[in-house]
């Protein structure tokens, strides 16, 4: 359990240093839409602060009803607290800050259709009808799962506020005394969050189905004892620098006596030698750099812009790490076979010339690195 679990965290390792997975550092679907929404919200806040604002003040100047005014005076409080908190706030706090601006909305709305005069009452219809589709968007992100329920509530609620103030005479003048406009609000604003839902729920499975394609592809490319790249991946990268005009060189790297770890140790130590050597080899190398399992005992490294003579030091350099980090485990040594690329020479030849260096290595004596 802990070799598989060691593994997993050299893996998780490895996709940070390569770029091409730097996406699996991001956050994910319902988070990135989390922090759109509170994004989107804390600008709702503030616009509506400023009108808000600007209605207190218009009240200083004699404007405006003592109803309205007073639910300037109330928005204009509920939104500071909430605003001068916002910092410390978490994805709770915002969820429940939604469903407070949702409820002040509404307030306002059934005063609107109920008692405020028709001057006032016809803004804050207008403002109900602009506003709160935004509000359902915003709260069908933060509350993901209950989007649904909240919006199809928020409209059944507008909806019959709006029947029954439709009954109101007062509201004749304004042409707000039909009693369909509440079956209008109620049925797009329900239509409008079924439609949301659904959107959001077909993102949400378009971003699982990514994530396991994903996860598939790393899989096909990820050795899984040792969590570096495997032969596949390097085998593709020893195709690419063959095809272009980039320096490179090609070490072939071979632990010495492994057999003898596996009879005397078991294969538990030997699994625990590989994964030792794979963290000292990537440690080492750059993150342009391929560090891969070729297969049993052996690794493929590929040094990317390098001189034979850099690499010669850079192959060197590993021998000795090895050496001395795996003395904790068991004390365990490599030998390098060593190869710098020429223009126009194929991987099939660099491979070969690999294998030629590491054997003459092993012939030497082994725990050395040579470098034709």
């Known amino acids: 359990m ?4 060691a593994a997993i965290e050299r893996s998780h390792t490895v996709r940070e240093r390569d770029p091409a997975n730097t996406a699996q550092a991001e956050p994910s679907l319902a988070q990135f839409d989390q922090q759109s929404a509170s994004q989107m919200l804390r600008i709702l806040m503030v616009f509506a602060w400023l009108l808000a604002g600007a209605t207190l003040v218009s009240a200083l100047l004699g404007l405006g009803s003592p109803l309205s005014n007073a639910l300037a005076s109330l928005w204009f409080a509920v939104l500071s607290l909430f605003l001068l908190a916002w910092p410390k706030m978490n994805l709770v706090w ?20 109920f008692i405020t005069p028709p001057a006032d009452a016809m803004i804050g219809i207008l403002l109900g009808l602009l506003y709160m589709p935004i509000l359902v968007w915003v709260t069908t992100l933060l509350w993901a799962h209950y989007s649904l329920a909240i919006g199809i509530t ?6 019959v506020i709006a029947i029954i103030g439709s009954r109101r005479d007062a509201l004749s003048d304004a042409h707000f005394s039909d009693w369909r406009l509440g079956l209008m609000v109620a049925g797009t604003y329900s239509l409008f969050a079924w439609l949301l839902s659904i959107w959001v729920g077909e993102r949400a499975e378009l971003w699982r189905t990514t994530e396991r394609v994903e996860r598939l592809h790393e899989a096909a490319n990820t050795d899984t004892l040792t969590g570096i790249a495997n032969r596949r991946v390097a085998e593709h990268r020893l195709g690419v620098f063959a095809a272009g005009h980039r320096r490179y060189a090609v070490m072939m790297i071979d632990i010495d006596h492994f057999k003898l770890v596996n009879d005397h140790h078991g294969h538990d130590m030997g699994d625990r030698i590989l994964q030792r050597v794979a963290e ?3 440690a080492r190398m750059r993150p342009q750099d391929t560090v891969a399992r070729w297969g049993g005992e052996e690794f493929l490294v590929i040094a990317e812009s390098v001189t034979r003579d850099e690499s010669a030091i850079i192959a060197e350099s590993l021998r000795s790490l090895v050496e001395l980090g795996t003395q904790e485990v068991l004390s365990t040594t490599i030998s390098i076979g060593v190869v710098h690329s020429n223009v126009g020479r194929g991987t099939e030849q660099m491979l070969k010339r690999a294998d030629e260096a590491l054997y003459a290595a092993k012939n030497a004596g082994r725990n050395r690195a040579i470098t034709l």
Do not use: P
Not at 154 to 159: A, K, P
């Open 280 to 282: 000292i080899l990537t």
């Open 2 to 5: 802990a070799s598989k679990e």
């Open 154 to 159: 928020i409209g059944m609620v507008m909806g």
């Open 94 to 113: 915002h969820r429940c800050a939604a469903l407070v601006v949702s409820a002040l909305l509404i307030l306002w709305w059934s005063l609107s259709w």
